[in-house]
C-alpha cells in the first residue's frame, strides 16, 4: 500500500489479463504552506483524498478517509460499493472526532476508482464526494467520468454559466459535497470496463482549477504510454500555472498482457 503526499510514486500490478501500470504525484503548489491532499494505491485501488480545514485538521481529513476506502478488499461490484459505503461512513466517523477535538470542521473531498469483477470481467467501480475528478481517457478522447458536487456545477446545470464562465467564477471552490465539514456525503458511483489503451486520471482541484479539459487531453495524448511522465507533466504543467492549490494526481494505465512494452 502506498501513500503519496509531497511526493511521487509509481508501480504496477496485474488483474484479469490486464496489466495496470501507475504513478502518483502530490505537491503543495506555490500558495498554500500545507498540503491537504493524498493519494492512495494498492492493489486494484486508487484514491485520492483533497482535506479541508486547515493545517492538522485537512491533512487528517483525507488521511483517515483514505485510510478507511484502502481497508476495503475488492471483489464483485455490489460487495466492493457496500464495502465503500461502510468505509465512507467509517470515516465521516472518525472525522466527526476531529471536529470535537480541534473545535473547527474538518472534511475531504474522495474519488477514484477500484477494480471489481463484474459480468465476468474486471471493471472500474469509481466514487465520488466533491469535486477532485476521476477522468477516462479512451479512443484518444477524454471524458470527465465524475461530476463536480459544487455550486458552479449546479448552475451549469442550471444553464446559468458555461463551463468556461465557471473556471473563472468567485463561487468555483464552493462545493455542496464532502466527507465531513457537516456536508452531505452522498456518494456517486460509476462503472465501465477495464480496457487496454485506456488511462484513467484522479486529480484533485488543484490541478483542474489550473489546466484545461483540453490541456489535459494533450499532455495525455503525448505521455500517455508512460504514467511516470505523464504524471509528473501534468503537475509541471500546473505548477507552471501558478499552482494556486495543492495538486495530486494518479495515473492508471491499461494493457494487455502478453503485450510488449
Same mark, same amino acid.
Not at 471489481?116 to 471524458?143: C, F, K, M, Q
Not at 461530476?147 to 473563472?168: F, K, M, N, W
Not at 452531505?184 to 489550473?210: K, N, R, W
Given at each position: 500500500?502506498?501513500?503519496? &503526499? ?23 503548489? @506555490?500558495?498554500? !504552506? ?5 493519494? #492512495?494505491?494498492?492493489? &486494484? ?5 483533497? +482535506? ?10 483525507? !488521511?483517515?478517509? @483514505?485510510?478507511? #476506502?484502502?481497508?476495503?478488499? $475488492?471483489?464483485? @461490484? ?9 468505509? #465512507? ?5 472518525? *472525522? ?8 473547527? &470542521?474538518? +472534511? ?21 464526494? +466533491? ?21 458552479? /456545477? ?6 446559468? @454559466?458555461? $463551463? ?21 456525503? /452522498? ?5 465501465? $470496463? ?6 484513467? #486520471? *484522479? ?13 489535459? =487531453?494533450? *499532455? *495525455? ?38 503485450? =510488449?512494452?
Amino acid at each position: 500500500m502506498t501513500t503519496v &503526499r509531497d511526493s511521487a510514486a509509481s508501480g504496477s500490478h496485474e488483474v484479469g489479463g490486464f496489466g495496470i501500470d501507475w504513478a502518483a504525484v502530490s505537491d503543495v503548489g @506555490l500558495v498554500r !504552506e500545507a498540503n491537504e491532499d493524498a493519494a #492512495l494505491v494498492t492493489d &486494484r485501488r486508487y484514491l485520492l483524498a483533497d +482535506g479541508m480545514g486547515g493545517h492538522d485538521c485537512g491533512e487528517i481529513a483525507s !488521511e483517515a478517509a @483514505l485510510a478507511a #476506502l484502502g481497508a476495503v478488499e $475488492p471483489t464483485d @461490484l455490489t460487495t466492493t460499493r457496500d464495502a465503500v459505503l461502510d468505509a #465512507l461512513r467509517t470515516a465521516a466517523h472518525d *472525522i466527526g472526532a476531529i471536529d470535537s477535538a480541534n473545535g473547527r &470542521r474538518a +472534511g475531504t473531498t474522495v474519488t477514484g476508482a477500484l477494480i471489481v469483477d463484474y459480468e465476468g470481467a474486471p471493471h472500474w467501480l469509481v466514487v465520488n464526494i +466533491g469535486d477532485s475528478r476521476t477522468y477516462r481517457w479512451s479512443d484518444a478522447v477524454i471524458e470527465q467520468v465524475t461530476t463536480d458536487h459544487s455550486q458552479v /456545477q449546479e448552475l451549469i446545470d442550471a444553464g446559468h @454559466l458555461t $463551463p468556461e464562465q465557471a473556471r473563472v467564477d468567485p463561487r468555483r471552490n464552493v462545493i455542496t459535497r464532502a466527507l465531513g465539514a457537516g456536508m452531505d456525503a /452522498q456518494a456517486d458511483f460509476f462503472v465501465f $470496463p477495464v480496457v487496454a489503451g485506456d488511462v484513467v #486520471l *484522479i486529480c484533485s482541484d488543484g490541478l483542474t482549477g489550473e489546466l484545461p479539459d483540453s490541456e489535459l =487531453e494533450e *499532455i *495525455i495524448a503525448e505521455r500517455a504510454a508512460t504514467p511516470d511522465s505523464l504524471a509528473a507533466e501534468l503537475v509541471s504543467a500546473t505548477l507552471a500555472l501558478g499552482a494556486r492549490d495543492n495538486v495530486t494526481v494518479v495515473v492508471a494505465t491499461v494493457r494487455q498482457l502478453g503485450e =510488449e512494452d
